[in-house]
Structure formats: C-alpha cells, structure tokens
C-alpha cells in the first residue's frame, strides 16, 4: 500500500500510540485539522513592566514629530503627529533602534506601532488589568482582558497559559489578565510548577516522581514516534520528529533538577528551570511557551517580564530594582557617557527581552505548517503595562507586533504611527484590541471602555482598517 496515497484524514485516526498519547495525541489531532485545511491561530501576548518609551521602538532613519504631553510634569513629550505615518521598515536607511535590535533578524515579519493611546487606563506605574482590559487601572479585574477573550474564541487543550517573571517568592502571582469580571488569571513564576501543570499528567504530580521518570518517559516517546513517523507521509512526519525535538529539549532540562536540591542552588549553578536567577526564570516560561504551541496545548499564551512589579535583574549584571531605574531613567548623563545609567540599565533589560522574543520567532518559524512554517498563523503582541513610561500619561503606548496571523493582519514590515491624540487618524489601544478579535472570527463592537474624551472626534467603533486585512 502507498501510504503516501491514503487519505490524511482516515489515516491519521488509524496511528495507535502507546505510551506517548497524553503527548502525542494533542498533535495528530492538529496534523488532521490540517489535512482538511484547517490551520491554528496563535497569540502571545508579551508585557514588560516600567514603560516602553517611544524612542525604543522608532526606527532610525525616521524622525517622529513630537509635542509637549499635556499633563506635563515628568512625562515629557508625546505624539505630535498630524495625520496616519505609514512606511516601510525594510525601505533603504531604515533600521531598528539599539533597544529592538534583536529583532533585526524578523523585520520584516514586524509592525512598529507608534501614537496610539488608553487614556481610560489612567496612567501612573502601572495600568494593571487595564494594560490588557482597555479600562481603568483603579478598577482592578474590572473585566475580562483581550487575551483571555482571544483564548476563549481560540480555545485549545489548555485555553489559556500564562508565565512570567515578578521577582520574590511567589510561585503564582495575578498582575494583568483576567477571564471576567475579578476573574484574576494566574500567572505561574516557578517554571517547574508550570511544566507540571503542562507536561505532568502524565507522570503524576509528584515532582520528584516526575523527574526520576523523565528518562523513561522519553525513552517511550522515542519509540513511539519512531514507529508512528514511519507510518506518516513525509510532510507529517518531518512535523511530529520536530515536535519530539522539543520535548526532548526540555525533557534534558527537566532531568537535572533530580541532581539539584531546589532550596540550595549555588548562583552559578547550570540549571534553567530550578535557578533562583531571574534571566533563567524568563528564559525557561519562553522554552515553555515554545513548547505549548508547538505541541498543540494551547494556542494562547501571555507572558509577563516584569509586569506591576519591579525585579532586579542580577542575571545582567544589575543589583537595583526596576522602580529605581525607572526614576534613574531621565537623569543627565554623567560625563563621558551617551546616556544616563538608568536609562542605559533599561535599554539593558529590553535588550534581554527582545533576544528570547526573538528566538521564540526563530522556533515557531522553524517548524513548517501547510506551505510556510507555525509563525506564519501566529502574531505577538509586546507592549509595557506602564504605557510609554515609567511615570505614565498614556497619551502614548508603543507597541510592536510580530507575525500577520496568516494574512489576517497587515502587520509585516511596517512603521504606523497614528495621528496624535484627538485628531482624524488616531486610535486607542481598544480599537486595537478590537481588530484583533475581528482577525480571531470574534467581532465586536469596541473592546473595553470608550475613551468619552474621544466621542464627536473619533470614530471608536469596528476595527482599525490599517491594521485588519
């Protein structure tokens, strides 16, 4: 028999997996949805905390115009700009600025978006719930946010996965999502915890149960997919030894902690997932976040860097707290430095972020989907929850946005700058929440709260036409 000429469909219900079907199964049964045609859509949503000032995110080789901010004080200037600026980011003397520059690599998969506002947020150090929810800060999980509302319309084996990084001891903490109204959404910091919760049924949900039986799970796994991907036609098969690879990377990981006791771990201690080090902490949730999309868990993940909270990032060489580089960040620079230390500390900090949201992008466009690879069905979001500063107005909320969600949004290799606050052209963060429910088949009117300041001058209904294909 030509396996290669059996329906995809009925051959793919015909695999029996053995050991590995709590893992495998959730991908044969993705691999079938795309035999008939059927591609996932992914969303990540990235939050870091202390603001994203908008020069971090304006490319070099163009010049924004700015005007005062009209609260004044220590916010500085903001979006000056008269009507809508739409260009090219790949077009000659154009080129990502030195905070963004490790996504250099996927320009043009990038949309850099610049002048929109969430004024309803309220401002300050942190918008909360109302970074994601498009509504007051003060009112806490007022409603629910645009990822838990994309997760429900995108629904998956596990809806919703959120991971991130606060500092402290906290092996669960609540800062941005929720799925109603003070419905918290609970973000796992421990990332042991949260391959658990992922990957442990399996096992069991004995920690030390699991990791003494990781080798022997993996060994089963092995076995099966060999067996299973000589079944498969070539596409499928290419697809599933992928898929094993990234089990297996986290399955070598996870396989140390057995020689660690989690309680004693020296700084410089080689481990990814038991180390107290807040670099590797973010590092593993984004090997994590990798591996839930591309097994098929889920398809909606948020991640949290920092999120309503101020770490302190001793993994790059900094032994003070994000709050303090915050107020460092406007400082005149001393003498013979480029910029103040605080400022130079954040670019630091963004520098990190940017290379794992990177190498996220280079993982899901790695791994072939239809005629192109998972990243072409897949869009990220990255904004601060503290709007464009550490001391916010909201007036500005830079963000930039990865991946075109199959064609769904006009988001590849572009700088949009919106008109600025209150003038034909403008748009808020709801209305950007807005197109993206449209591009997930979940329409709705208006996301969150309409800005009232706003009425008579906007039209805040629908999505964006410049972003919604």
């Not at 994203?52 to 163009?62: A, M, R, S, T, V």
């Not at 996504?103 to 942190?126: A, D, F, I, Y």
């Not at 900094?318 to 500390?345: C, F, L």
């Not at 769904?408 to 052209?425: C, E, I, P, T, V």
């Amino acid at each position: 028999m030509n396996l290669n000429r059996l329906p995809r469909r009925s051959f793919l219900r015909t695999l029996s997996l053995g050991a590995s079907a709590p893992f495998l199964s959730p991908l044969l049964s993705r691999l079938e949805a795309e035999s008939r045609g059927v591609k996932p859509m992914r969303f990540v949503f990235f939050l870091e905390g202390n603001g994203l000032p908008p020069d971090d995110i304006q490319p070099l080789g163009i010049v924004r115009k700015d005007m005062q901010n009209p609260k004044g004080g220590q916010t500085g200037k903001c979006n000056g700009e008269d009507a809508i600026v739409d260009l090219r980011l790949s077009a000659p003397g154009h080129s990502l600025p030195v905070p963004i520059a490790p996504l250099e690599r996927h320009k043009k998969r990038l949309t850099l978006l610049q002048g929109l506002s969430g004024r309803v947020c309220g401002g300050g150090h942190s918008n909360g719930f109302g970074a994601l929810g498009a509504y007051s800060a003060s009112a806490g999980a007022k409603d629910i946010t645009i990822d838990a509302a994309i997760a429900k319309a995108n629904p998956a084996i596990f809806q919703h996965l959120a991971l991130g990084l606060k500092g402290g001891t906290e092996n669960i903490f609540y800062c941005c999502s929720a799925s109603g109204p003070n419905q918290k959404v609970p973000h796992y910091q421990d990332p042991v915890l949260a391959y658990n919760m992922l990957f442990g049924k399996i096992l069991g949900g004995n920690t030390a149960t699991e990791v003494g039986a990781q080798a022997m799970l993996l060994d089963h796994v092995a076995g099966d997919i060999k067996r299973v991907e000589s079944q498969l036609p070539r596409e499928e098969a290419q697809k599933l030894r992928q898929f094993a690879d990234a089990f297996a990377s986290i399955g070598r990981r996870q396989s140390r902690l057995k020689e660690i006791d989690v309680t004693k771990i020296p700084v410089k201690q080689d481990a990814l997932y038991a180390s107290p080090i807040e670099t590797k902490q973010l590092e593993a949730h984004f090997e994590i976040a990798a591996t839930a999309l591309i097994t098929g868990m889920t398809n909606t993940i948020t991640l949290s860097s920092g999120a309503t909270s101020y770490p302190v990032w001793k993994g790059l060489g900094i032994s003070i707290d994000n709050h303090t580089i915050g107020h460092m960040y406007n400082e005149r620079p001393k003498e013979g430095q480029t910029v103040s230390e605080g400022k130079a500390m954040a670019i630091k900090i963004r520098q990190f972020n940017m290379e794992l949201l990177a190498r996220l992008v280079d993982k899901l466009s790695a791994m072939p989907e239809g005629n192109g690879s998972m990243m072409d069905n897949t869009v990220i979001l990255y904004l601060s929850d503290s709007a464009e500063n550490h001391h916010s107005s909201c007036f500005d909320w830079p963000m930039v946005m990865v991946g075109n969600l199959g064609g769904r949004l006009k988001s590849n290799d572009r700088f949009l700058n919106f008109a600025k606050y209150g003038a034909k052209g403008h748009a808020t963060i709801g209305m950007l929440y807005t197109t993206l429910l449209h591009a997930a088949g979940a329409p709705v009117d208006h996301f969150g709260t309409k800005d009232t300041s706003l009425i008579g001058a906007i039209e805040q209904a629908g999505p964006l036409k410049e972003l919604l294909a």
